[in-house]
């Protein structure tokens, strides 16, 4: 199983951006994860998450996202999407998908680029 992001790109500060993620195989009505989510990257900083969401739609945000940020998932699908609102200089990253199984494997995607100017 693969997971494809999407949806990064350039953004003026106070503007939005969705990221979306899907599993590149998947049955439908079958979640291979229970857990989805986003981790971020900066430049020259470690990898920190975002949002997860679990099958029930329990949530978990980074203190510096909640308010501005959504997670959402669509089970059915294996997809994830975050909705990033009031955007900010320092939500500048490189953002990947996570996907965890019931066994606890991790799979990330390949990283989409989010940047935000001022």
Known sequence: VQL???G???VQAGGSLRLFCAASRSIF???TFTVMGWHRQALGKQRELVAVVDKGGNTVYADS???RFTISRDN???TVTLQMNS???EDTAVYYCLGVTNNNNNYWGQGTQVTVSS
């Open 4 to 6: 494809q992001a999407s």
């Open 8 to 10: 990064g790109g350039l």
């Open 29 to 31: 009505g079958i979640s």
């Open 65 to 67: 996202v909640k308010g």
């Open 76 to 78: 059915a699908r294996d």
């Open 87 to 89: 955007t900010k200089p």
